[in-house]
């Protein structure tokens, strides 16, 4: 399993476990935004802090994630973005779309205020 997901509270945190977020494992990022979606959580949390590369089908996979809570009024958070990630994000000006944070806990206490 490349992603794992745990309820903290009211919001869901996926976790990756892969190195790379691309073609390999963007689908599957994909297919679990869509059935979160569908079971009606739109409180997420993405913690890419093993995420050391990601291509643009990575980047659609979290463009996904963050459109299907901002169109069920919920929101998305990604959290520790590596060197690399953060790089790719700003170049393609999607940090000022996306919410981000340092860590899961400072995801979680920003959400919670």
Not at 30 to 33: D, G, M, R, S, W
């Given at each position: 399993m490349k992603f794992t997901t745990n309820t903290s509270g009211k919001y869901t945190v996926i976790q990756a476990h892969v190195d790379m977020l691309d073609g390999a494992s963007g689908p599957e990022l994909?297919?679990?935004?869509v059935n979160l979606n569908k079971e009606g959580i739109n409180q997420v949390i993405l913690d890419l802090s093993s995420i050391k590369y990601c291509d643009s089908s990575g980047l659609s996979?979290?463009?996904i994630g963050h459109r299907l809570c901002r169109d069920a009024s919920g929101s998305f958070i990604i959290c520790g973005l590596?060197?690399?990630v953060s790089k790719i994000i700003s170049i393609a000006q999607l940090d000022r779309v996306f919410n981000i944070k340092e860590t899961v806990d400072s995801a979680l206490s920003y959400t919670t205020v």
């Open positions: 994909k297919t679990i935004f996979a979290i463009l590596q060197n690399a």
